[in-house]
Protein backbone atom coordinates (compact mmCIF):
# COMPACT_ATOMS: atom_id res chain seq x y z
CA UNK A 1 0.00 0.00 0.00
CA UNK A 2 1.44 3.25 -0.66
CA UNK A 3 1.29 6.31 1.70
CA UNK A 4 1.52 10.04 0.75
CA UNK A 5 2.83 12.30 2.80
CA UNK A 6 3.61 15.58 1.54
CA UNK A 7 3.95 19.44 2.63
CA UNK A 8 2.75 22.46 0.49
CA UNK A 9 4.33 25.65 0.25
CA UNK A 10 4.07 28.36 -1.89
CA UNK A 11 6.87 30.05 -3.83
CA UNK A 12 8.80 33.99 -3.43
CA UNK A 13 11.03 33.47 -6.18
CA UNK A 14 11.82 32.08 -9.40
CA UNK A 15 16.21 31.33 -8.10
CA UNK A 16 14.35 27.49 -7.73
CA UNK A 17 14.94 26.88 -11.90
CA UNK A 18 18.87 27.70 -11.67
CA UNK A 19 18.86 24.73 -8.80
CA UNK A 20 16.92 22.37 -10.66
CA UNK A 21 18.79 22.83 -14.04
CA UNK A 22 22.39 22.71 -11.82
CA UNK A 23 20.96 19.75 -10.50
CA UNK A 24 20.55 18.09 -14.13
CA UNK A 25 23.77 19.74 -14.90
CA UNK A 26 21.57 21.94 -17.70
CA UNK A 27 22.23 25.51 -18.64
CA UNK A 28 18.39 25.95 -19.84
CA UNK A 29 14.89 24.94 -18.48
CA UNK A 30 14.88 22.34 -16.64
CA UNK A 31 11.15 22.20 -16.03
CA UNK A 32 9.22 19.16 -17.31
CA UNK A 33 5.34 19.84 -19.16
CA UNK A 34 2.81 18.20 -17.13
CA UNK A 35 -1.17 18.09 -18.37
CA UNK A 36 -3.64 15.89 -15.72
CA UNK A 37 -6.96 15.62 -15.53
CA UNK A 38 -9.35 14.31 -12.80
CA UNK A 39 -11.82 11.47 -13.50
CA UNK A 40 -15.20 12.54 -11.60
CA UNK A 41 -15.77 9.98 -8.17
CA UNK A 42 -18.78 10.09 -6.03
CA UNK A 43 -16.82 9.45 -2.65
CA UNK A 44 -14.60 12.07 -2.09
CA UNK A 45 -11.75 10.00 -3.85
CA UNK A 46 -9.29 11.87 -6.04
CA UNK A 47 -8.35 9.69 -10.02
CA UNK A 48 -5.76 11.81 -11.70
CA UNK A 49 -4.60 10.89 -15.11
CA UNK A 50 -1.20 12.56 -16.10
CA UNK A 51 0.99 13.05 -18.66
CA UNK A 52 4.43 14.08 -17.85
CA UNK A 53 7.16 14.74 -20.42
CA UNK A 54 6.32 11.29 -22.50
CA UNK A 55 4.70 9.47 -20.22
CA UNK A 56 1.35 8.55 -18.42
CA UNK A 57 0.15 7.32 -15.40
CA UNK A 58 -2.76 7.03 -13.23
CA UNK A 59 -3.11 7.56 -9.62
CA UNK A 60 -5.31 7.34 -7.24
CA UNK A 61 -6.01 8.90 -4.10
CA UNK A 62 -7.91 8.50 -0.76
CA UNK A 63 -8.86 11.46 1.24
CA UNK A 64 -5.98 13.01 3.13
CA UNK A 65 -5.48 13.15 7.10
CA UNK A 66 -3.65 15.25 8.38
CA UNK A 67 -0.52 15.68 5.96
CA UNK A 68 -0.75 11.87 4.85
CA UNK A 69 -3.03 9.71 2.37
CA UNK A 70 -2.80 6.35 0.65
CA UNK A 71 -1.84 6.92 -3.22
CA UNK A 72 -1.51 4.57 -5.87
CA UNK A 73 0.10 5.49 -9.47
CA UNK A 74 0.80 3.52 -12.39
CA UNK A 75 2.74 4.08 -15.68
CA UNK A 76 0.07 3.78 -18.59
CA UNK A 77 0.93 3.80 -22.03
CA UNK A 78 0.75 7.73 -23.30
CA UNK A 79 -1.39 6.87 -25.79
CA UNK A 80 -3.97 5.56 -23.80
CA UNK A 81 -3.04 8.50 -21.48
CA UNK A 82 -3.98 10.88 -23.81
CA UNK A 83 -7.85 9.29 -24.32
CA UNK A 84 -8.43 9.54 -21.11
CA UNK A 85 -7.84 13.29 -20.77
CA UNK A 86 -9.61 14.05 -23.79
CA UNK A 87 -12.48 11.40 -22.95
CA UNK A 88 -13.18 10.62 -19.56
CA UNK A 89 -11.37 13.69 -17.17
CA UNK A 90 -13.76 17.18 -16.41
CA UNK A 91 -12.22 19.55 -18.17
CA UNK A 92 -10.34 21.85 -18.00
CA UNK A 93 -7.52 20.11 -16.92
CA UNK A 94 -4.29 21.28 -15.40
CA UNK A 95 -1.19 22.51 -17.34
CA UNK A 96 2.24 23.10 -15.48
CA UNK A 97 5.94 22.64 -15.31
CA UNK A 98 7.40 20.72 -12.81
CA UNK A 99 10.74 21.70 -11.78
CA UNK A 100 12.90 18.82 -9.04
CA UNK A 101 15.24 20.41 -6.63
CA UNK A 102 17.65 18.54 -4.36
CA UNK A 103 16.68 19.46 -0.62
CA UNK A 104 19.34 20.28 1.52
CA UNK A 105 17.89 17.67 4.03
CA UNK A 106 19.13 14.32 2.05
CA UNK A 107 17.73 12.71 0.51
CA UNK A 108 14.63 14.47 0.06
CA UNK A 109 13.53 16.68 -2.67
CA UNK A 110 11.29 19.29 -3.41
CA UNK A 111 8.67 19.54 -6.81
CA UNK A 112 8.12 23.00 -7.60
CA UNK A 113 4.85 23.79 -9.89
CA UNK A 114 4.68 26.60 -12.34
CA UNK A 115 1.16 26.80 -12.94
CA UNK A 116 -0.41 27.97 -16.97
CA UNK A 117 -3.60 28.22 -18.38
CA UNK A 118 -6.44 29.96 -15.70
CA UNK A 119 -3.89 28.99 -12.81
CA UNK A 120 -0.97 31.33 -14.23
CA UNK A 121 0.85 32.83 -11.52
CA UNK A 122 0.66 30.53 -9.21
CA UNK A 123 3.68 28.80 -7.97
CA UNK A 124 3.68 25.81 -5.69
CA UNK A 125 6.42 23.40 -3.98
CA UNK A 126 6.02 20.50 -2.62
CA UNK A 127 8.14 17.92 -0.16
CA UNK A 128 7.22 14.07 0.20
CA UNK A 129 8.55 13.32 3.61
CA UNK A 130 8.67 9.44 5.34
CA UNK A 131 6.94 10.88 8.51
CA UNK A 132 4.67 13.66 9.54
CA UNK A 133 7.18 14.83 12.04
CA UNK A 134 10.20 14.89 9.36
CA UNK A 135 12.11 17.89 9.88
CA UNK A 136 13.50 19.77 6.70
CA UNK A 137 15.35 22.74 5.73
CA UNK A 138 13.60 25.35 3.82
CA UNK A 139 15.26 26.97 0.91
CA UNK A 140 15.08 30.53 0.77
CA UNK A 141 12.87 30.85 -2.27
CA UNK A 142 10.37 29.50 -0.29
CA UNK A 143 7.40 31.39 0.81
CA UNK A 144 4.49 30.41 3.31
CA UNK A 145 3.21 26.33 3.67
CA UNK A 146 -0.39 26.23 2.27
CA UNK A 147 -0.34 22.30 3.52
CA UNK A 148 -4.51 21.07 3.68
CA UNK A 149 -5.61 24.63 2.27
CA UNK A 150 -7.70 22.73 -0.38
CA UNK A 151 -7.47 26.00 -2.57
CA UNK A 152 -3.88 24.50 -3.54
CA UNK A 153 -4.84 21.24 -4.35
CA UNK A 154 -4.54 20.57 -8.52
CA UNK A 155 -8.45 18.75 -8.04
CA UNK A 156 -9.45 21.65 -6.42
CA UNK A 157 -7.86 23.94 -9.20
CA UNK A 158 -10.02 22.56 -11.91
CA UNK A 159 -13.52 24.08 -10.70
CA UNK A 160 -11.90 26.81 -8.76
CA UNK A 161 -8.78 28.09 -10.60
CA UNK A 162 -6.52 30.96 -9.61
CA UNK A 163 -7.50 33.37 -12.01
CA UNK A 164 -10.46 33.78 -9.89
CA UNK A 165 -8.86 34.00 -6.61
CA UNK A 166 -9.39 37.38 -4.93
CA UNK A 167 -5.88 38.69 -3.27
Known amino acids: MGME ?3 KFLVRSNSFKKEAAQALGTDGDAGTLYRQG ?6 GMTVRIRIAGQKGYVTLKDRSVGFSRHEFE ?3 PADDAQQMLELMCIKPQIEKHRYVVPSATKPLKWEVDVFHGDNEGLVVAE ?6 DTEFELPDWIDREVTGDRRYNNSHLI ?3 YKNWRT
Open 159 to 161: DNP
Open 74 to 76: YEI
Open 127 to 132: IEVPSE
Open 38 to 43: YIPTAN
Open 5 to 7: IER
